[in-house]
């Protein structure tokens, strides 16, 4: 790490990976939008992206959380629909905002794990045990909430998720003590 002024600052960046993230041949990461068959260079606008790639889990959240207040099943889902919506729209306006690669062809996924792997064996614990954590939370939520249908079964979803996750997690733990 370098000192930069009172603050300490990696000097490689963070792998940004997951679902249409791409390396091109200059080694950047390259978001590739399927409808338009564009790319969007992302290597400096990383961090910016971050919470666009979590636009459908904050839909979800929405709903789930929106139904804890007891409000119709209908209204819950529709405010996840419009949370979703919201993040979409604003996704699709800081896309105009990045270089873009017309006709890109994806080549190099760069996988969830390996982005991961990026970061440090501390962060990547913490990860974890948060993402259990979650997991188990939502599922005593939902028993204590008496949720039951529609609702058990989507907090059974999200937990499955956060589990899965946490398998992700595990896994660039192990690759980041493989690559020491």
Same mark, same amino acid.
Request: glycine content about 14%; overall charge negative; aromatic content about 20%.
């Given at each position: 790490m370098a000192r930069k002024g009172n603050k300490y600052q990696k000097d490689d960046k963070l792998k940004?990976? /997951? !679902?249409? !993230?791409?390396? +091109?041949?200059? /080694?950047?990461?390259?978001?590739? +939008?399927v409808f338009t068959k564009c790319g969007y260079v992302l290597d400096d606008r990383e961090q910016a992206?971050?919470?666009y790639a979590m636009r459908f889990v904050i839909g979800i959240f929405a709903a789930v959380l929106t139904y804890m207040f007891e409000l119709p099943l209908w209204m819950c889902l529709g405010l996840g629909v419009v949370a979703y919506g919201v993040m979409e729209v604003k996704f699709r306006k800081f896309l105009k905002t990045v270089p873009q690669m017309i006709d890109f062809k994806p080549k190099k996924r760069i996988g969830l794990v390996e982005s991961a792997a990026d970061d440090t064996k501390n962060r990547i614990l913490l990860k974890v045990l948060l993402y259990f954590a979650l997991a188990v939370l939502i599922i005593l939520n939902a028993y204590q909430q008496k949720f039951t249908g529609f609702m058990l079964g989507l907090n059974y979803l999200i937990s499955v998720f956060g589990v899965v996750f946490g398998i992700i997690q595990i896994m660039a733990f192990v690759k980041k003590g493989k690559e020491v």
């Open positions: 940004l990976g /997951g !679902i249409h !993230i791409y390396e +091109d041949s200059h /080694g950047r990461a390259v978001y590739y +939008d992206y971050r919470p």
